[in-house]
């Protein structure tokens, strides 16, 4: 079953901050989040393994919590070049590969000077 | 060391015709994935190839899509008598082995039915 992603977009001025969040109706093994700008390939952020783990990526990152099934991406600090659309996919149970995800609609920000 | 190439970048046919999409992984990659985008949505599992072996198909439609990994050579995706809904982007991805946590994609083939 497909993740669901809130907001579906949101807008930013440089330098604001932003929350991305991943929910599913099932148990969650794994969490993979990507981003794609218009036209181009979907590129890795980071992949959440562990309930209640964080992990960063520059000022970007992520938390992931088993027990509600969902992960949130926390954008901090916000620049031009955050803006794309922004995945979460969850692996099949008990896989962490970045293989067969099933992604969630996505969520479209876009960060303005 | 290049990425994940795709080719052709964009495609067009008429109804009916075939489409085949090509896809080489990275270097040293022996494990490819194909990946649906409709338009303004997100992507959805089609096939999950190794060299010469079909790992999972489960997001594959049941007619007129098949897809092959040859020992030599691309990944190839292959859809027989094109259908106004099959216009979407196309993305291979790749990793070197399985179970590893990151896939890298090419940059997508856009096909269009017209």
């Known amino acids: 079953q497909q993740p669901v992603q809130s907001p579906q977009a949101v807008i930013l001025r440089e330098g604001e901050d932003a929350v991305i969040n991943c929910s599913s109706s099932?148990?969650?093994?794994?969490v993979h989040w990507y981003r794609q700008k218009h036209g181009e390939a979907p590129v890795f952020l980071m992949i959440l393994l562990k309930g209640g783990e964080q992990k960063g990526h520059e000022k970007i990152s992520a938390s992931f919590n088993e027990k509600k099934q969902q992960s949130s991406l926390y954008l901090t600090a916000s620049q031009l070049s955050y803006s794309g659309t922004y995945f979460c996919g969850t692996g099949p149970p008990g896989e962490t590969s970045g293989s067969r995800l099933t992604f969630g609609e996505g969520t479209q920000l876009t960060v303005n000077p | 060391n290049a990425g994940v190439m795709q080719n052709p970048r964009h495609l067009v046919r008429r109804r009916g015709q075939e489409a085949r999409l090509r896809c080489s992984p990275m270097?040293?990659?022996?494990?490819v994935y194909w990946y649906r985008q409709l338009p303004e949505e997100g992507l959805k599992f089609m096939v999950y190839l190794q060299k010469e072996n079909i790992i999972d198909e489960s997001g594959m439609p049941k007619e007129r899509f098949s897809a092959e990994f040859p020992k030599e050579g691309p990944s190839i995706l292959r859809i027989q008598q094109v259908v106004r809904g099959d216009s979407a982007a196309y993305f291979c991805?790749?990793?070197?082995?399985?179970?590893?946590?990151?896939?890298?994609f090419g940059q997508g083939t856009r096909l269009t039915v017209v």
């Open positions: 270097k040293g990659h022996s494990h």
């Open positions: 099932k148990a969650l093994y794994s």
């Open positions: 991805a790749s990793s070197p082995r399985q179970g590893y946590t990151e896939a890298f």
